[in-house]
């Protein structure tokens, strides 16, 4: 079974552009979880999607929105790039989304350069 | 307030030695809590979850969990030089699939 999926793997943006990352997640997963990972504050959860609906958000500001479609791929988009959005995005993905949580199996990454 | 902390290392042990990971958490609600392992410049990958107090056995790995003290660790027995990573400790508060990761802790397990 193919594992997730990001697509593109390296970015590189200028401040004040808009930038949208990609995510297939494991076939038969529903959830999509979105991370942010810096070398100061580690791993940050951005927001999970549940069948096309956002089921929890983390404390990022608006500019970082994502949606979910029918086939469970995920995408997120950051508007308007500061220098400190620069990072890895990670998608995670599980199968259910219940209470405690499913495994997540995580993806490869994008790596945002923001100049 | 940090929700999930864990000493940042370096931790350093010889080969076949047992390495302990701990990482405590803040929100006495937490439900689920899961241990992860990243090379450098690669993408966490699983190691194990436990839910229940007590004891959880995966080969060389054993996580421990204690709601009490709000205290999970990971013990890895015969430590090898490829088990030098980032050991990232989750935590799970309740619905859905919000994580809160520890910084990470880095071990070098050396030969």
């Known amino acids: 079974k193919a594992g997730v999926t990001q697509t593109p793997r390296y970015l590189i943006k200028t401040r004040g552009q808009q930038v949208t990352l990609s995510c297939s997640p494991i076939?038969?997963?529903?959830?999509v979880s979105w991370y942010q990972q810096t070398p100061g504050q580690g791993l940050q959860f951005l927001f999970e999607?549940?069948?096309?609906?956002?089921?929890n958000k983390g404390n990022f500001p608006g500019r970082f929105s994502g949606r979910q479609f029918s086939n469970s791929r995920s995408e997120m988009n950051v508007s308007t790039l500061e220098l400190g959005d620069s990072a890895l995005y990670l998608c995670?993905?599980?199968?259910?989304?219940?209470?405690?949580?499913?495994?997540?199996?995580f993806g490869p990454g994008t790596r945002l350069t923001v100049l | 307030q940090k929700e999930v902390e864990q000493n940042s290392g370096p931790l350093s042990v010889p080969e076949g030695a047992i390495a302990s990971l701990n990482c405590t958490y803040s929100?006495?609600?937490?439900?689920?809590f899961f241990w992860y392992r990243q090379y450098s410049g690669k993408s966490p990958e699983l190691i194990m979850f436990?839910?229940?107090?007590g004891d959880k056995e995966d080969g060389r790995f054993t996580a421990q969990l204690n709601k009490a003290s709000q205290y999970v660790s990971l013990l890895i027995r015969d430590s090898q030089p490829s088990d030098s990573a980032t050991y990232l400790c989750?935590?799970?508060?309740?619905?859905?699939?919000?994580?809160?990761f520890g910084t990470g802790t880095s071990l070098t397990v050396i030969p």
């Open positions: 076939s038969g997963h529903r959830s």
């Open positions: 995670a993905s599980s199968r259910t989304s219940g209470r405690g949580g499913d495994t997540q199996y």
């Open positions: 436990i839910y229940s107090n």
């Open positions: 929100d006495r609600g937490s439900q689920s």
């Open positions: 989750a935590v799970n508060l309740d619905t859905g699939n919000q994580f809160y």
């Open positions: 999607y549940f069948s096309e609906t956002q089921r």
